[in-house]
Structure formats: structure tokens, C-alpha cells
């Protein structure tokens, strides 16, 4: 039996912020042609980017806010929301009482946006508790089990109830485990490593951190800057500065090489594929610093 939350006005307030991402990123792309500094350029792609990423959230929220239910069945009771569920095996369940004269939550992380409250945090009196609310957690019901207590907000409370007291007379038909099950892209194991993020995260900032930079000092560069130096320290080769572009090419070439690379090893050799990720943003660090070091002696 499918019991669904509290109405909000999240999930099409996700889907606004979508239709306005899009016409931004629309706008910018229609100017993009236009432009010839390149400092300017750099700024409308990275305007593109950031419009694109609060795009990827914002379906996300609106995905979470439209599919988040309740399942009551002879098992247990199945919390969906968005890419996953949240099995609560009935014997495991001591009790559901009411939350409204519970005290506030001692911690909260996630996040409390229009009514929908999701996340974790700490319950004074019943420990670590997950959030999965469309309501003030005072007119949400409490799922107590005896490692981990979860808030829930059926539109139906009553009718929730009833279903879980004469559900809990019936022979369970599977034998739930309390472990999140993820649906699919998220179920694989490197999406859901946070450390495999931190490493493509930092590299991809900074490879876009040294396009930046050498978009704004463009301009100030002389037309031709060395490249090399003999042993007593003149110049003995130039180049054309828009061949400096060709530092952050390499790294960005070389971070998604990497990618590639750590994703194909990590399933068998995990150590191996923290290793090219990590080398990825040294390589960065590197092209980093030698293109300050040449800039600054211009």
C-alpha cells in the first residue's frame, strides 16, 4: 500500500529553476559568438558551467520531491525517494508515535527547502535519525528501530498507521535487510565514492582556475614570450602567447586521461585508480605553476 507525503510546491519550484537555467544558458551561448576578449569568454563558459551544474540539482531535487512515498506492505516499510530506497524491515520496528510533542533535532545535515526536510542528524532520546518529511517534523509520525530513527509524513497518518498495525500480523513473505538500495547510475561503486569526487573535483577547478588565468592576463602579455633559456639565461626561443593555452590543454587532455584511466582500474585495484586521479591534480598544480612563474617574469 503507497501512501505519498505532504503536497509542496518543491518540485515545480526545481522545474523553474530548470526552464531558468536553460534560458540563461540560451542567452549565453547567443553571446558567446560575439565576444572577443577573452577574458569575456572565459567568464560566459564559466557562467555556462555553474547554470549547468544548478541545472544537474536542481533535476535531482525536483526528482526527489516528486517520487518520495511511502510503501507499507507485509515486509515492512519502504521509504522511496528519488534514485533510492529505504527498507525498515517490521522487525525491526519498535514503535511509530506522533512527533508533535518530540523536541527539536540536536543536529541536522541536508537540507530544509519549501516544507521538504531530508537528511540526517541526531534526536535527543532516539539517536541518529533520517529525514524524509514534507511537513513541520511536529505533524510528522516517528519510526523508531533500535539503531536508527526515522521521520516520515504521510498524507494519510491515520490511514498509514492502520496499515502498518494489521501488516504487522502477517507472515513477512522476504526477509528485508536495513541497507539503502540505490536504483541505477547510482549504484555503482565509483559514483558513490566521495573520495573519487574530491580528486575529479579539485582537478577539473583547477585546470578551469588556469584557463581563467590566463584569459585575464592575456591582453597585458607581450605579443611573443620565451619559452627557453641557455645555461647563462637568455632567451633563445619564443613563441606567440596564445601558445600558453596549450598548458591548461595539456592538463585538462591529461585529468580526463587519468579519468579514463582510474575508471578502468578501480573496480580490481581501487589504490591504483586513487593514485592516477591524485596524479592528475599534481599535474595540474604543476602546469600551475609553471605558467605563474612564466607570466610573473614577463
Avoid at 39 to 62: H, K, P, R, S
Avoid at 129 to 157: D, G
Avoid at 277 to 284: E, K, L, T
Wanted: glycine share 6%.
Amino acid at each position: 500500500m503507497t501512501f505519498y507525503p505532504h503536497p509542496t510546491r518543491n518540485g515545480y519550484s526545481a522545474l523553474a529553476v530548470i526552464l531558468i537555467c536553460s534560458l540563461i544558458i540560451a542567452f549565453l551561448l547567443n553571446r558567446l559568438p560575439q565576444q572577443e576578449n577573452l577574458a569575456t569568454i572565459f567568464m560566459l563558459f564559466l557562467a555556462i558551467l555553474i547554470n549547468l551544474a544548478v541545472m544537474v540539482v536542481a533535476v535531482g531535487w525536483a526528482i526527489l520531491s516528486f517520487k518520495l512515498r511511502y510503501q507499507v506492505s507485509r515486509n515492512g516499510i519502504m521509504i522511496q525517494w528519488g534514485f533510492a530506497q529505504q527498507p525498515i524491515p517490521f522487525n525491526e520496528i519498535e514503535q511509530i508515535i506522533s512527533a508533535k510533542n518530540l523536541p527539536a533535532p540536536l543536529e541536522f545535515r541536508g537540507f530544509n527547502l519549501l516544507g521538504l526536510r531530508f537528511g540526517s542528524g541526531q534526536v535527543l532520546g532516539y539517536g541518529p535519525t533520517q529525514f524524509f518529511t514534507t511537513t513541520p517534523l511536529a505533524n510528522s509520525l516517528l519510526i523508531i528501530t533500535p539503531h536508527q530513527s526515522y521521520y516520515v509524513s504521510p498524507l494519510e497518518t491515520e490511514a498509514f498507521l492502520q496499515a502498518w498495525k494489521i501488516r504487522q500480523e502477517l507472515q513477512p513473505t522476504q526477509q528485508w535487510k536495513t541497507e539503502l538500495h540505490r536504483n541505477w547510475p547510482f549504484n555503482i561503486p565509483i559514483l558513490a565514492d566521495k573520495l573519487t569526487w574530491g580528486f575529479l573535483s579539485v582537478g577539473l577547478l583547477i585546470c578551469l582556475m588556469l584557463f581563467g588565468y590566463l584569459a585575464f592576463m592575456f591582453p597585458n602579455l607581450p605579443q611573443l614570450v620565451p619559452l627557453q633559456f641557455n645555461l647563462v639565461g637568455q632567451v633563445y626561443r619564443t613563441a606567440d602567447k596564445a601558445l600558453l593555452f596549450l598548458f591548461p590543454l595539456v592538463g585538462a587532455g591529461m585529468l580526463a586521461l587519468n579519468t579514463v584511466l582510474g575508471g578502468m582500474a578501480y573496480r580490481n585495484e581501487r589504490l591504483a585508480a586513487y593514485f592516477a586521479w591524485a596524479s592528475a591534480v599534481v599535474i595540474q598544480l604543476g602546469l600551475w605553476v609553471a605558467v605563474y612563474t612564466l607570466v610573473r617574469a614577463l
